[in-house]
């Protein structure tokens, strides 16, 4: 099983600030997904990135896949309290497809006002 | 709204008692899984079921059971539980091929399970 490091494991910010958390392995990703989860819900998903090197947008968030697809950052830029939540990378096993997925333990953010 | 919706969202239960959890997924996907998410670990994938068949079963043990009657229902039947299985219980589905190389998972809101 593919083993997900993500950091920082908490963070707290004022609204406005910029921030970037991380999801890293020692293996190659086939694929890798970013996923949000509030408080008393279960994780939505935000994107999925494939290619090494991509880099993909969704409104103030900007995902980016590494070059060697061993490692994926998501910035978000101003942050709001909306933003508040459970940031969860997963990947299928290994470089094989897979219809599991692991996870990581995930990066709790907290915009406060 | 994500398409899967889970009942109850919240259930208190006695280690002696029989209870189930159930999960509908309204997105027409073929496979279904059930998690477990504890504090300060990782989402553990309990479950898997592909096409109505369990594809997985993570070294759960036998006091939590699943069932899929069809594709579109997952149900977790729990009996003489623990203290330490108090968790958020987790319905997902996605839709599974052959060929494919990327399944997105969607979620449910989960079930808080309070074991007393």
């Known amino acids: 099983t593919q083993l997900l490091e993500q950091s920082p494991q908490f963070l707290s910010i004022q609204e406005g600030e910029n921030l970037t958390v991380y999801c890293n392995s020692s293996?190659?990703?086939?694929?890798l997904q970013w996923y949000r989860q509030e408080p008393g819900e279960g994780p939505v998903l935000l994107v999925t990135?494939?290619?090494?090197?991509e880099v993909k947008k969704l409104k103030r968030l900007t995902f980016q896949f590494g070059d060697a697809r061993k490692d994926s950052s998501l910035h978000i830029t101003a942050a709001q309290p909306g933003d508040t939540g459970l940031y969860l990378c997963?990947?299928?096993?290994?470089?094989?497809?897979?219809?599991?997925?692991?996870f990581g333990e995930g990066t709790q953010l907290t915009v406060n006002p | 709204e994500t398409g899967v919706t889970q009942t109850p969202r919240h259930l208190v239960m006695g280690m002696t008692n029989k209870k189930s959890l159930k999960c509908e997924q309204h997105l027409g996907h073929n496979a279904m899984y059930w998690y477990k998410q504890s504090a300060k670990k990782p989402l553990e994938l309990m479950f898997v079921y592909n096409f109505k068949e369990q594809t997985e079963n993570n070294s759960v043990p036998s006091r939590f059971s699943p069932e899929c009657p069809n594709s579109s229902h997952l149900f977790l039947h729990l009996h003489t539980l623990q203290p330490e299985d108090s968790a958020l219980y987790l319905c997902?589905?996605?839709?599974?091929?052959?060929?494919?190389?990327?399944?997105?998972?969607?979620f449910g809101p989960g079930t808080r399970l309070t074991v007393t």
């Open positions: 293996s190659v990703f086939s694929s």
């Open positions: 997902a589905s996605s839709q599974v091929h052959s060929t494919a190389l990327i399944y997105e998972q969607y």
């Open positions: 997963a990947t299928p096993p290994g470089e094989t497809s897979g219809s599991r997925l692991t």
């Open positions: 990135v494939v290619t090494g090197g």
